[in-house]
């Protein structure tokens, strides 16, 4: 079985910090999970962009990641 990178879950895609962590992201081969942000709309443009699902609530975030892995893998 060969090595994976962390599986995350980006919250605060809205304030265009995002393009300077993507490289980090890359670099460890991290799996974008899901995205969350106040503005939903722009959590969902990001989702997309990445190819990963929209975490409307950081309240549930932990419940939904785990339920992304398990569907994930």
């Known amino acids: 079985m060969g090595m994976t990178g962390p599986r995350v879950v980006v ?3 809205g304030a265009n910090v995002l ?3 993507e490289p980090g992201l890359a670099a460890v081969g991290a799996d974008v999970l899901a995205v ?3 503005d939903v709309v722009r959590a969902a443009a990001v989702a997309r ?3 990963c699902a929209v975490c409307e609530s950081v309240d549930r975030s932990e419940e939904h990641t785990s ?3 398990s ?3």
């Open 49 to 51: 962009r990445l190819g």
């Open 36 to 38: 969350h942000d106040l």
């Open 67 to 69: 339920e992304l892995q």
């Open 71 to 73: 569907h994930h893998d």
């Open 19 to 21: 393009g300077m962590h």
């Open 11 to 13: 919250v605060g895609a």
